[in-house]
């Protein structure tokens, strides 16, 4: 009887301390820093199997394009195993979780140029510095924005620049045709000559096609209108500044009107209803990334080839929107390997090689020279190499900031409330500004 | 051991219990008695380790997670008091959170438990295929609610062409922009959440009905009583302790309702101005789309608090009115029915 009091006793102390070391123990697992050693050269003798987690398609492309094969060709040794999801957004927090964690990753871990602010603010500790490898040199090729995103405070670099999303407008020019518009881009160019031409051209659609979208989204309109400006949510020396600078409040304006026009389609970007519009032609212009073209093919089908079109944006301004970075832990047993491998898929051979088979496109400067030539059929032979090449040069590098997705998505929400639940602008911006403050501060 | 002199025989070896030494019976009994006292602690242990592994600790760390800025993919947690207390009680979305998860609970309990106890009543009866409806009700119940919520998110589609608004469409109401609005998401959510629960605890109702005696039955029948008369003064006081269960249980489901809105919606903002956003989606939203883990850690406290407060007060009514009139009422039916029956 007493002896089972005092056992009894003890269990619950047992359960107790065990709760209490639990904590204690993830308490210590979080900080785990390990000093940013030099990486070596890859032996080619030993056997190694490299681990890849990735998203969005980035790795089935490279396998699409032979290069997972043509990398194991050349070195024997080499076995690569990938796995992918589609959302980047569940893709970022699984790996997150797994940074916070302290395990699990594989040996190349991808992460999208949105979050890149964050990594290189943050995670300086869990990536591989490229500048303290064998392949340092091949950053030389890549563009400024695409390497600063990536750059910590002390100049380490964390990772290797996959591919960029130059920004253009891609059309309908089968609707366009329909409604007596112009189908011929160079045609079209001389109507669309800044963004307010865009808005009446649209306007003349509207009319003609009674009362049909223009565009597909406000968000894609308010992304491409901020793309080609000098700076963003940040200022250069990382401070918010979208309260107030000649950014965010004009652009969110300029589409908020276009939505109130009646000039965009009510759709929200990547849900269902708006891949099938792809296909139906629910709306006749979208903001296109040059990885959009991609998506575009997918959704619109094989039966909307050659209705499709591509414009370069007006007065020759020129936008980013999207990349990614391959990144390698600083824990993997394999790094090495890793290295090597992340370094021969951004290489300019490899990218130009992507590029060329209607994959993505390349972030590295000397394949982007190397493919001005690309043109593609499914949108009429238009000149894509040359259309991304000039857009790529002279998109703007705009600094990044920890918040950018908070911030995006309050502003991307005002401009639905705008576009569906007929909020006044001024309201919905005022929400943003509450919604951002409470969510950001 | 002590009580017994060394005479003949030497000690036997360790562990190998001699036949018939009084000695070792005693510490054989001995150990058998703490083998045996031990023995539910052992059965037990089980649960409680996975329960410390997987239910207390989880909650310990969590409670200590909100008392950090912590961000997801990022640095290290840093001590920062109440601070995210004090945010989260500023925020506007949170009390906008915790009304439309009222809301959204209201809208969908309440119908789905009416139904269900309309339903039981019904099942209870005689009739022919009984067991074909009986099995039938649990069929929404055995669905996959991730394949559920996207077919009724395409019904619910905003576009003319939804099966809602097609629908709609032959009455003569025009097609509703259904995710957009206020109201029209939540009750298509609600839609949802009935759809998948009324079935489930119509068969704990059925469950209940069927320990009522049936005599009371009989003698409310002979009484005269119809079977709606039944059903609100035989069976509705009869099921008292299961209707509370059912209803504890699905407040607890409503607060911690989440699949249906997150799938609805394409993401855990709950619509452009919050117009499904409940309480764990914001939970969401904060931790694993904006990355504050700390501020996501006080709103599951603070979510928990008010799940135990809404148990408690459930319990609370249940048992007042029970005390007021559940076992009377029973008793001085059926003495009325005595004094009929004369």
């Known amino acids: ?441 | 051991m002590a009580a017994h002199a060394p005479t003949t025989t030497a000690e036997p070896p360790a562990g190998r219990p001699p036949a018939q030494a009084p000695p070792d019976l005693v510490r054989r009994s001995r150990r058998e008695g703490r083998a045996y006292r031990r023995a539910p602690y052992v059965y037990i242990a089980p649960f409680f380790l996975l329960f410390g592994a997987f239910g207390l600790f989880p909650l310990v760390y969590t409670v200590w997670i909100s008392f950090q800025e912590y961000r997801l993919g990022g640095g290290d947690p840093e001590f920062v008091g109440w601070e995210n207390y004090t945010w989260l009680f500023g925020s506007p979305s949170f009390y906008n959170s915790l009304w439309k998860t009222l809301t959204i609970g209201l809208i969908s309990t309440v119908p789905q438990l009416l139904m269900a106890l309309g339903l039981a009543h019904l099942l209870n009866y005689n009739m022919k295929v009984r067991a074909f409806f009986r099995v039938s009700m649990i069929v929404p119940y055995a669905t996959s609610l991730v394949a559920a919520t996207l077919v009724f998110a395409s019904i619910f589609a905003n576009t003319p062409g939804g099966l809602m608004n097609v629908v709609l469409g032959m009455l003569g109401i025009d097609p509703i922009n259904w995710t957009n609005g206020n109201w029209t998401a939540q009750i298509a959510i609600a839609t949802i959440v009935t759809w998948h629960w009324t079935g489930y605890n119509a068969l704990i109702y059925l469950a209940g009905m069927q320990s009522i005696p049936k005599d009371l039955y009989e003698a409310a029948a002979i009484d005269g009583a119809g079977r709606f008369r039944q059903f609100l003064h035989v069976t509705i006081p009869g099921l008292r302790p299961t209707i509370l269960f059912t209803i504890v249980l699905s407040t607890i489901g409503a607060t911690q309702l989440f699949t249906e809105p997150f799938l609805f919606g394409n993401g855990a903002e709950g619509g452009a101005l919050g117009q499904y956003q409940v309480l764990t989606l914001y939970m969401y939203n904060i931790g694993f789309e904006i990355g504050r883990l700390g501020r996501a850690a006080a709103i599951a406290c603070v979510t928990l608090i008010i799940v135990i407060l809404l148990v408690l007060l459930n319990a609370g009514l249940a048992q007042l009115r029970t005390r007021d009139k559940g076992q009377p009422l029973i008793r001085r039916r059926s003495a009325s029915t005595r004094k009929a029956s004369r």
Not at chain 1, 183 to 204: F, H, K, N, R
Request: aromatic residues 8%; charged residues 20%; glycine residues 8%.
């Open chain 1, 1 to 441: 009887m007493f002896s089972a009091r005092t056992r009894s006793r003890k269990a619950v102390l047992a359960v107790a301390a065990l709760g209490v070391a639990s904590l204690g123990l993830s308490a210590c697992g979080g900080s785990s820093s390990s000093d940013s050693e030099p990486v070596g050269t890859a032996d080619p003798n030993q056997d190694v199997t490299i681990t890849v987690d990735s998203f969005g398609g980035i790795f089935a492309n490279y396998e699409k394009a032979g290069l997972l094969d043509q990398y194991m060709e050349d070195h024997p040794n080499v076995t690569i195993e990938y796995s992918e999801v589609q959302q980047e957004s569940d893709y970022w927090t699984a790996l997150a979780t797994k940074i916070n964690s302290g395990s699990g990753l594989a040996d190349i871990q991808p992460f999208e140029i949105s979050r890149a602010a964050l990594v290189s603010s943050q995670q300086q500790d869990v990536w591989v510095d490229m500048l303290q490898t064998p392949v340092a040199d091949q950053l030389e090729e890549e563009t400024d924005a695409a390497v600063g995103a990536v750059t910590t405070e002390d100049g380490a670099v964390l990772g290797l620049p996959t591919d960029s999303g130059p920004m253009a407008i891609c059309y309908r020019s089968d609707k366009l045709e329909e409604a007596g518009l112009p189908s011929d881009p160079a045609e079209l160019a001389q109507q669309i000559t800044d963004w307010d031409s865009y808005e009446s051209v649209g306007e003349q659609y509207a009319e003609a096609t009674g009362g049909q979208a223009w565009m597909d989204s406000v968000g894609g309109y308010y992304r491409v209108l901020t793309s080609v400006e000098p700076v963003r949510n940040y200022d250069e020396e990382g401070e918010p500044t979208w309260e107030t600078n000649d950014t965010v409040k004009p652009s969110f304006d300029r589409a908020a009107s276009a939505a109130e026009k009646g000039l965009t389609a009510g759709l929200s970007q990547f849900d269902p209803a708006w891949n099938t519009a792809m296909n139906t032609g629910d709306f006749a212009t979208i903001a296109c990334p040059a990885w959009m073209l991609g998506y575009i093919k997918q959704q619109a089908g094989d039966e909307n080839a050659g209705n499709w079109n591509v414009l370069p944006l007006p007065q020759e301004l020129g936008g980013n929107w999207g990349g990614s970075f391959l990144a390698v832990p600083q824990d993997s047993p394999n790094r090495e390997a890793a290295v090597d491998l992340a370094a021969w898929l951004t290489s300019a051979e490899a990218e130009a090689d992507e590029f060329r088979q209607g994959l993505a496109y390349p972030s590295n400067t000397v394949a982007q020279e190397q493919t001005t030539d690309v043109t593609d059929e499914y949108f009429n032979g238009a000149p894509i190499g040359e259309i991304f090449s000039t857009a790529a040069q002279a998109a703007p590098n705009q600094p990044l900031g920890v918040d950018d997705g908070a911030i995006d998505q309050a502003i991307g929400d005002a401009l639905t409330a705008v576009e569906a639940n007929g909020v006044a602008p001024d309201e919905a911006w005022q929400l943003a500004v509450r919604t951002i403050n409470d969510t950001v501060g």
